[in-house]
């Protein structure tokens, strides 16, 4: 295969060392210090370490590459505006860490630890956003399906690891502030707004959701079209993200008030998808699309800098 300029850096060892210093340049201009994110910036470096344990541990693309990590990392700054959330931040982070775990599991149906690790940190995610809760069948779906791993044990697992963030925090909470406080997390729950309701969301998310579909659907594409070079455990992989991030899509779409928690999952659903198809391919159309690709995410990313910053 013809080697272009993706491909040189799609497997370049300077790639992901260029992309943190891309990253850390971005939350500076965004006023990391003035406004100190210390915790939301130590949360990303962890979320990024985990996608790149992501990609080693389970051999996302099948040469050498750091692109995942790193298109996570520049994506992530591209949606520079959900810098300043504690819960996201912490959420997107449990996240990556279920997928490892779950990952890790594959076709163990005795798994039952790490089963029960993976849905303990996804309850924390769902203290942070409740919404993430109404996903959890898709994970049970995705176990069955596509992990080999479902049975009554790691069933019973999940559930045990998913109610034992509420175990231990909501005792604290019930004996500081009462059993009344704790039943309010789980109202929103049955609340939903009016639907497609788009003039709720700034320009910036709007192009930022609109950038992240085109990449999404582009990544699917490309993985649907060249998933017979890929063994069977990669291919089950990369169909719970696709399928994820189109749940997740469909689901901004109708209830976009919940769009930082949803694109922060774009996010780590996507990033997958589009360093393989930057990656594995090597025609003049990719390449193109590729310095597209950078051009677009610079100039958007400029954008909400712009907008979204308190140095500016």
């Given at each position: 295969?013809r080697?272009?300029?993706?491909?040189?850096?799609?497997?370049?060892?300077l790639?992901?060392?260029?992309?943190?210093?891309?990253?850390?340049?971005?939350?500076?201009?965004?006023g990391?210090?003035?406004?100190?994110?210390w915790?939301?910036?130590?949360?990303?470096?962890v979320t990024?370490?985990l996608?790149?344990?992501l990609?080693?541990?389970?051999?996302?693309i099948?040469i050498y590459?750091?692109?995942?990590?790193s298109?996570?990392?520049?994506?992530s700054?591209?949606?520079?505006?959900?810098?300043?959330s504690?819960?996201?931040?912490?959420?997107?982070?449990c996240?990556?860490?279920?997928?490892?775990?779950?990952?890790?599991?594959?076709?163990?149906?005795?798994a039952?630890?790490?089963?029960?690790?993976?849905?303990m940190?996804y309850?924390?995610?769902?203290?942070?956003?409740?919404?993430?809760?109404f996903?959890?069948?898709?994970l049970w779906?995705?176990m069955?399906?596509?992990?080999?791993?479902?049975?009554?044990?790691t069933w019973?697992?999940?559930?045990?690891g998913?109610?034992t963030?509420y175990?231990?925090?909501?005792t604290w909470?019930?004996y500081h502030?009462g059993?009344?406080?704790w039943p309010?997390?789980f109202?929103?729950?049955?609340?939903?707004?009016?639907?497609?309701?788009?003039g709720?969301?700034?320009i910036?998310?709007m192009?930022?959701?609109?950038?992240?579909v085109?990449?999404?659907l582009?990544?699917?594409?490309?993985?649907i079209?060249?998933?017979?070079?890929e063994?069977?455990?990669?291919?089950?992989?990369?169909?719970?993200?696709?399928?994820?991030?189109?749940?997740?899509?469909?689901f901004?779409?109708?209830?976009?008030?919940?769009?930082?928690?949803?694109m922060?999952m774009?996010?780590i659903?996507t990033?997958?998808?589009?360093?393989h198809?930057?990656?594995l391919?090597?025609t003049?159309l990719?390449?193109a699309s590729?310095?597209?690709?950078?051009?677009?995410?610079?100039?958007?990313?400029?954008?909400?800098?712009w907008n979204?910053?308190?140095?500016?």
């Amino acid at each position: 295969m013809r080697k272009l300029a993706q491909n040189k850096v799609s497997e370049s060892t300077l790639t992901f060392p260029l992309s943190l210093l891309y990253a850390t340049a971005i939350w500076l201009l965004c006023g990391v210090i003035q406004e100190e994110w210390w915790v939301q910036i130590a949360c990303m470096a962890v979320t990024t370490i985990l996608m790149l344990q992501l990609n080693k541990l389970h051999v996302l693309i099948r040469i050498y590459s750091r692109m995942v990590s790193s298109t996570f990392l520049v994506l992530s700054c591209c949606a520079c505006f959900l810098f300043p959330s504690i819960p996201g931040a912490i959420a997107s982070m449990c996240i990556v860490m279920a997928y490892i775990l779950l990952f890790t599991s594959y076709q163990d149906e005795k798994a039952t630890g790490k089963v029960f690790y993976a849905f303990m940190v996804y309850g924390i995610a769902s203290m942070a956003y409740v919404h993430i809760l109404f996903l959890v069948p898709l994970l049970w779906l995705f176990m069955a399906k596509y992990l080999s791993l479902l049975s009554i044990r790691t069933w019973a697992a999940s559930v045990i690891g998913l109610l034992t963030p509420y175990w231990i925090i909501g005792t604290w909470l019930i004996y500081h502030y009462g059993i009344d406080e704790w039943p309010e997390h789980f109202m929103p729950l049955a609340t939903f707004h009016q639907p497609f309701d788009f003039g709720i969301l700034s320009i910036s998310q709007m192009a930022t959701f609109t950038l992240m579909v085109i990449l999404m659907l582009t990544g699917i594409v490309h993985f649907i079209n060249k998933s017979y070079a890929e063994n069977i455990r990669t291919r089950m992989f990369y169909s719970i993200f696709i399928w994820m991030d189109l749940t997740v899509a469909v689901f901004l779409f109708i209830q976009p008030q919940h769009y930082d928690l949803l694109m922060r999952m774009m996010l780590i659903n996507t990033a997958p998808l589009i360093a393989h198809y930057f990656t594995l391919t090597s025609t003049k159309l990719t390449n193109a699309s590729f310095f597209l690709f950078i051009v677009t995410v610079l100039m958007l990313t400029a954008y909400n800098l712009w907008n979204t910053s308190s140095l500016f």
